[in-house]
């Protein structure tokens, strides 16, 4: 089975920290991503990676930053914290796709951010 | 451009009676299509997904869902609802058009299950 982990189930930061979140996957796939999602606004997407020490912008990555300097890790870097990213915090990985394969997004568990 | 509405924010049934989940997408080409299950405080599980070929989907938990292109629908069912199916449901869509961005999702903004005893 795909294992996607992420560092922390729950974190309490203030604003204008340093904020980062881990995600490691176990499955050797090229493509990881970072949602977040909000009550209401289903899951949006904040960057993904589709290798390393690649990165694109999603929907919405004001804010944020990544960095992927390893295949199976990629981070989420929020570089001063504000109160609005309070959020639940996603991340997915899926293998690269072959000739007439559709493959599937795995989710970790999710990390719930609260910024005081 | 591609996006998902789930219509119904919530959807309350009893026990034993069948559930239906809304989704409705729009995509530039074909879509493939995916639904999602997130239980509280959990990450999302991959329930089941429509790429092409028979409309009816079958998944885990003995979901399924139905793909209509014509009403451009792909609604979740469940034929008799159990209380452990009380979830928050995300459907999600692809452009099945290969491109650099191929494997971004666009998700509804998801619909809350309440299956009674």
């Known amino acids: 089975d795909v294992k996607v982990t992420q560092s922390s189930r729950y974190l309490v930061k203030r604003t204008g920290e340093k904020v980062f979140l881990e995600c490691v996957q176990d499955m050797d796939h090229e493509n990881m991503f970072w949602y977040r999602q909000d009550p209401g606004l289903g899951l949006r997407l904040i960057y993904f990676s589709y290798d390393v020490k690649m990165k694109e912008k999603g929907d919405i990555p004001e804010g944020y930053s990544v960095s992927r300097e390893k295949k199976e890790r990629f981070s989420l870097i929020l570089e001063s914290a504000s109160t609005n990213q309070t959020s639940m915090y996603l991340c997915a990985s899926i293998l690269g796709g072959t000739s007439g394969r559709v493959n599937t997004q795995y989710f970790g568990p999710g990390t719930r951010l609260t910024v005081l | 451009a591609q996006s998902v509405a789930q219509p119904e924010d919530q959807v309350n049934v009893a026990e034993g009676n069948p559930l239906t989940v809304k989704c409705t997408y729009s995509v530039s080409g074909n879509p493939y299509l995916f639904w999602y299950v997130q239980y509280p405080n959990r990450g999302l599980q991959f329930l089941l997904k429509y790429i092409t070929g028979d409309n009816l989907v079958k998944g885990s938990y003995g979901f399924e869902a139905e793909f209509n292109k014509s009403q451009t629908s792909f609604h979740l069912k469940k034929p008799s609802a159990l209380v452990s199916d009380s979830a928050l449901y995300f459907c999600?869509?692809?452009?099945?058009?290969?491109?650099?961005?191929?494997?971004?999702?666009?998700f509804g903004a998801g619909t809350t299950v309440t299956v009674r005893a």
């Open positions: 999600a869509v692809r452009d099945a058009r290969p491109s650099s961005n191929d494997y971004k999702l666009s």
